[in-house]
């Protein structure tokens, strides 16, 4: 683990911002609205763009600030995963994502009606509200997974209301899937940490439960995830087996030992890469239903 201060601001601010997850809050808006009857306009443009990089330094960012007494312990901070924040750049990179994101959002307030802005105001709250001072989510445990879900399933409800779309019985499975695989995902996620957390002094799902029931927790979440795509009419429903392989991600881990949780970094960078996979799986299945070639 290293800090950051031989970096430009700017390096730092991009790295802090996780460009490898860019995509997993700018897909689910871009997705969602379009499916929920929108087109590739002004408002897809913005929210795309905002959920693309200012709402990740937002996210990240703020984290990294916070964070940093956990950080400068953490062996897997100071590459992709996160930067170690020089207590110096703390301030900049607090101003950049205030100012960054300031723009995108009054234009996604005037570009949509009462219900587009409550959802906008809940998504950048529980962006704020996970690592901010007084609030820190992220120390609440099993508040901490369902806030991170949060961050990207909102943009994805966002799409849907800025749209004019309906929470239906199938948008509301399919948001429910995708929100039962964000609680698994971050439950997984915090196991990594534990040592670390508890060293910073920070309280999470891992640090409470321990790496061995974090773990099933997170297998759980999973299950749920597929059981939820299970109802939804075909061809979508053939989503449902997208969750397998985070399954399978998981088994390795399902008897770790708090003392062995460093271990369980193996599987969140695989975690990490199925993603892409996952999204490109999706995106052709999105391709196929608006084609028709699976039928009704």
């Known amino acids: 683990m290293t800090t950051t201060t031989m970096r430009s601001p700017v390096a730092n601010l991009v790295g802090s911002s996780r460009p490898l997850s860019w995509v997993?809050?700018?897909?689910?808006?871009?997705?969602?609205?379009?499916?929920?009857?929108?087109?590739?306009?002004?408002?897809?443009?913005?929210?795309?763009?905002?959920?693309?990089?200012?709402?990740?330094?937002?996210?990240?960012?703020?984290?990294?600030?916070?964070?940093?007494?956990?950080?400068?312990?953490?062996?897997?901070?100071?590459?992709?995963?996160?930067?170690?924040?020089d207590r110096g750049l703390h301030r900049i990179t607090l101003w950049a994502a205030v100012l960054s994101n300031l723009p995108f959002v009054l234009a996604l307030v005037v570009l949509g009606d009462l219900r587009a802005t409550l959802v906008l105001a809940g998504s950048v709250f529980a962006v704020v509200a996970y690592s901010a001072p007084g609030l820190r989510s992220k120390e609440r445990p099993f508040l901490d997974s369902l806030t991170s879900s949060t961050h990207f399933v909102s943009p994805a409800v966002l799409g849907v209301a800025l749209a004019?779309?309906?929470?239906?019985?199938?948008?509301?499975?399919?948001?429910?899937?995708?929100?039962?695989?964000?609680?698994?995902?971050?439950?997984?996620?915090?196991?990594?940490?534990?040592e670390a957390d508890r060293a910073g002094g920070i309280a999470s799902i891992g640090t409470v439960l321990g790496a061995r029931a974090t773990t099933r927790v997170a297998l759980a979440a999973y299950l749920l995830?597929?059981?939820?795509?299970?109802?939804?009419?075909?061809?979508?429903?053939?989503?449902?087996?997208?969750?397998?392989?985070?399954?399978?991600?998981?088994?390795p881990y399902l008897?770790?030992?708090?003392?062995?949780?460093?271990?369980?970094?193996?599987?969140?960078?695989?975690?990490l890469w199925l993603n892409y996979l996952t999204g490109f799986l999706v995106t052709q299945l999105l391709i196929v239903m608006t084609l028709g070639l699976l039928g009704p």
């Open 255 to 271: 008897h770790l030992t708090d003392a062995e949780c460093e271990r369980a970094h193996a599987g969140w960078r695989r975690f």
């Open 225 to 251: 995830a597929g059981v939820l795509l299970l109802t939804l009419p075909w061809p979508a429903r053939l989503a449902a087996p997208l969750v397998l392989p985070y399954l399978a991600n998981l088994v």
């Open 24 to 85: 997993n809050t700018a897909y689910p808006f871009a997705a969602a609205y379009l499916l929920a009857g929108g087109r590739v306009d002004l408002t897809w443009v913005i929210g795309t763009l905002w959920f693309l990089v200012p709402y990740n330094l937002l996210m990240y960012g703020v984290n990294d600030v916070f964070d940093y007494e956990s950080d400068i312990r953490n062996p897997r901070k100071g590459g992709v995963e996160g930067v170690v924040l």
């Open 164 to 194: 004019g779309g309906s929470f239906d019985r199938v948008a509301l499975a399919a948001l429910g899937g995708f929100f039962a695989w964000g609680v698994g995902s971050h439950a997984f996620g915090a196991v990594q940490d534990i």
